[in-house]
Each structure stands twice: as structure tokens, then as C-alpha cells.
């Protein structure tokens, strides 16, 4: 029993400074987290007055932020048996990091979702000049579709009187802004670093920066570039620019979730294009059906048979539909063929003259193999005439 009211159920989790409890308020009947500060028993003075004045920096920095969203709201802290004690909202959840060793990576849509909630919960945070210091998997929260940015435990204000462990580095190191690494103060860009890392590690799986042990971890943040992501689809840009080693490189709070704004934006443009896109039925292939001749003559006049009306037998393409297309008869006319039978004459009138020129007696009569030749004649013209039709 913690404070003669809090009942202490059972363990949720365990970090380097301290364990959270799922306790019960007994005043109120309503369950509640309670954050005991951990204390090793070797611990020195020194050391025991820094983890009881960070445990009290916590309980402030995160009563400053109580009413805002995606973070998980301090209600109170106890002092007993010289320990602090944080009652805390009881989220009905896991980690982010528990959440990756069940159940894989996130989704793209998820993963967007996170880095909204985890943006709000930043800027909310720096806007009351808080610095979290440690983003990580471990202290984001998943609870009703939502994701929650807890254990302000080494956050520092603006304000605050700088505390270090003995001995120790603050933060995770593989999560840690190269500045910070490297010695400088805190700012809030770090922050957005840790959260870069936090969200590439969400979509792929597995820590940028994370190496076999601590001296190459802290090699590969200082000086190696984080692999490119393979399954962060439209949030590739916004992690790689949160990754950025130059502080002065990255987004902020306000300029991050703009980008993401534009990544989101796009990405619904071009769904709503693509399901349009799907949902326009694809032509389907005609098939025409017409003659050897008509094809021919399509081929020769460039003529595009799908657009020709067919008349023939079940719409089959005719030469003469051919010939309609290009404005024209394939089949001949009486008055076509009476022109070539006259055409004809002229000729064998003309021969006749000839014949007559240079042997004047000749006297031209009509015999059987003229009948022939003229029969022969009117049998071209016909032909010319009427006979090129089907093939």
C-alpha cells in the first residue's frame, strides 16, 4: 500500500530508473499506473539524492502536461520509504517496443499515425520548454488506436539544474542525437532525432544505429548514415530528414508535421487517381470481321476498318463499304459502263480512220471476228466496271 491508498496489483514494466505498477486507488475505486523510482541498493548518497530530485523533475515536467494529448498524464507523487512514488493515468496498452517483438513492424498507415501523435506530443512538450530526452520504443505507449509519449524521467526544462548519473550517460544511446552524444546541450531537435530512430525502427524493425556492442553503436550515430528504409513508403522523407546529423538540418516540431501533411496529402491524391484509374473499364478488343478485298483496300487507302459500317452478310466489311468510307463506288454504274462501251467505239473509230488513211479502197465491213473484238471490247468494259467487287 503505497500513501495509505494506492494498492499495488501488479508489475507492467521495468526500466533502468524505475518500475511501474498497475495499483488501484482505493478512494476513488478506479485503477491507476504508479511509478516506483528505482533505487539499487548500492546506490550512493549523491546518487540517491539525484534519482529522488529526478523523480520530482519528472512529476513536474509531466503535470505541466497533463491536459495535452498523447501523453500519458502524472497525477500526483508520494514520498515513502524515502522513494517517490508517480500515480499516473493507467494506460490499457504496451509499449511500442513490446508491440515490435510480438507483432512485427507497422504498417505505413500506422507508422503515420504514430508520428502525428508523437509530433503533437512534442510540440506540446517544447512549447512548455520541456526537452524529453529519451524518445525510444520503449517509452511510447499504444493504447486505443493511439500512441502515447510517456516516463519524462530524464526530461529536462529550460530551468532546470542539470543532473547527471554517476558514472552514467542519460538517454539510450543508440536513440541519442549525435549533439548529445558528443557533449552539447540539449535542444529540441534532439528529440526529433530520437524520434526519427524511433520511427524507422517502427516501420523496419530493428534500430538504425543498433550494433553488436556500445562502442560501435555510438561509431555508426557519430559518423555512419542510418541504411536506407526499405518498407517506410511516403515517410521515407520525413525519417530520413528527422536523421539528419546536423541539428541545424532537421525539421522542427511545426515543420515536421507539415511535411507529413504533404506526404499524407499526396499519397490520398494519387490512391484517389489510381482508384479512379481502376475503376475505368478497359477497352475491350473489337473484333472486325470483314473481306479479303476490303482488308486490301483498307490497307492500301489507310482506312481504319473498326470504323466502317459493314453491310454485308451478319455486318461483314465489303469492298463497296470500304468505298462508301472513302466516299466513293466500288461497284460500277450503267451510265460508268455506257461511257467505257462509248470510250470503246471511239477507239474502233479512230482505227477504222487509220485503216481508211492508208489503204483507201478498203471497205470495212462487219464480220465475225469483228463481233468478237467488239464483244471482247464491251466485256473489258464491264469488267472495268462492274467486276471489281469481292475477292
Known amino acids: 500500500m503505497i500513501g495509505g491508498r494506492f494498492r499495488l496489483d501488479e508489475e507492467l514494466a521495468r526500466g533502468g530508473f524505475g518500475i511501474v505498477w498497475r495499483a488501484h486507488d482505493l478512494d476513488l475505486d478506479v485503477g491507476v499506473a504508479v511509478k516506483?523510482?528505482?533505487?539499487?541498493?548500492?546506490?550512493?548518497?549523491?546518487?540517491?539524492?539525484?534519482?529522488?530530485?529526478?523523480?520530482?523533475?519528472?512529476?513536474?515536467?509531466?503535470?505541466?502536461?497533463?491536459?495535452?494529448?498523447?501523453?500519458?498524464?502524472?497525477?500526483?507523487?508520494?514520498?515513502?520509504?524515502?522513494?517517490?512514488?508517480m500515480v499516473m493515468r493507467l494506460v490499457d496498452g504496451h509499449s511500442l517496443e513490446r508491440h515490435l517483438e510480438t507483432e512485427g513492424p507497422l504498417p505505413v498507415e500506422t507508422a503515420a499515425h504514430a508520428a502525428r501523435c508523437l509530433l503533437q506530443a512534442l510540440a506540446a512538450a517544447h512549447g512548455a520548454g520541456i526537452i524529453h530526452r529519451d524518445v525510444k520504443p520503449a517509452n511510447v505507449m499504444l493504447a486505443d488506436d493511439e500512441f502515447l509519449l510517456t516516463d519524462f524521467g530524464i526530461a529536462v526544462h529550460s530551468t532546470d539544474t542539470s543532473l547527471t548519473t554517476t558514472g552514467a550517460f542519460i538517454g539510450s544511446l543508440e536513440y541519442v542525437a549525435p549533439e548529445r552524444a558528443n557533449g552539447a546541450e540539449d535542444h529540441p531537435a534532439s528529440d526529433l532525432?530520437?524520434?526519427?530512430?524511433?520511427?524507422?525502427?517502427?516501420?523496419?524493425?530493428?534500430?538504425?544505429?543498433?550494433r553488436?556492442?556500445?562502442?560501435?553503436?555510438?561509431t555508426a550515430l557519430l559518423t555512419e548514415p542510418p541504411p536506407p528504409p526499405q518498407h517506410a513508403g511516403r515517410l521515407e522523407p520525413l525519417i530520413t530528414a528527422l536523421l539528419e546529423k546536423d541539428?541545424?538540418?532537421?525539421?522542427?516540431?511545426?515543420?515536421?508535421?507539415?511535411?507529413?501533411?504533404?506526404?499524407?496529402?499526396?499519397t490520398t491524391a494519387s490512391e484517389k487517381t489510381t482508384e479512379v484509374v481502376r475503376r475505368v473499364?478497359?477497352?475491350?478488343?473489337?473484333?472486325?470481321?470483314?473481306?479479303?478485298?476490303?482488308?486490301?483496300?483498307?490497307?492500301?487507302?489507310?482506312?481504319?476498318?473498326?470504323?466502317v459500317k459493314g453491310t454485308g452478310p451478319g455486318g461483314v466489311i465489303t469492298v463497296q463499304d470500304v468505298y462508301t468510307a472513302e466516299g466513293k463506288s466500288a461497284k460500277g454504274?450503267?451510265?460508268?459502263?455506257?461511257?467505257?462501251?462509248?470510250?470503246?467505239?471511239?477507239?474502233?473509230?479512230?482505227?477504222?480512220?487509220?485503216?481508211?488513211?492508208?489503204?483507201?479502197?478498203?471497205?470495212?465491213?462487219?464480220?465475225?471476228?469483228?463481233v468478237v473484238v467488239i464483244l471482247v471490247m464491251v466485256g473489258i468494259c464491264a469488267w472495268l466496271e462492274f467486276g471489281q467487287s469481292e475477292g
Do not use: C
Not at 50 to 71: M, T
Not at 212 to 218: F, H, K
Not at 254 to 260: N, V
Open 36 to 85: 516506483e523510482v528505482y533505487l539499487p541498493p548500492a546506490t550512493s548518497p549523491k546518487e540517491h539524492s539525484e534519482r529522488l530530485a529526478r523523480a520530482r523533475r519528472e512529476a513536474q515536467n509531466a503535470a505541466a502536461l497533463r491536459d495535452q494529448p498523447y501523453i500519458v498524464a502524472v497525477h500526483d507523487v508520494i514520498t515513502e520509504d524515502d522513494r517517490p512514488w
Open 193 to 210: 532525432f530520437s524520434l526519427g530512430a524511433t520511427l524507422y525502427q517502427g516501420v523496419e524493425g530493428t534500430s538504425p544505429f543498433r
Open 212 to 218: 553488436a556492442n556500445p562502442t560501435a553503436t555510438l
Open 247 to 266: 541539428p541545424d538540418q532537421r525539421p522542427t516540431v511545426t515543420e515536421a508535421l507539415a511535411l507529413l501533411d504533404v506526404l499524407e496529402s499526396t
Open 281 to 307: 473499364p478497359k477497352p475491350t478488343k473489337v473484333e472486325v470481321r470483314a473481306t479479303a478485298s476490303a482488308r486490301k483496300r483498307a490497307d492500301e487507302q489507310g482506312i481504319d476498318l473498326p470504323t
Open 333 to 370: 454504274t450503267l451510265s460508268g459502263f455506257i461511257a467505257k462501251v462509248m470510250g470503246g467505239t471511239v477507239i474502233l473509230g479512230v482505227l477504222a480512220v487509220i485503216v481508211h488513211i492508208f489503204d483507201p479502197d478498203e471497205t470495212w465491213a462487219l464480220t465475225g471476228p469483228d
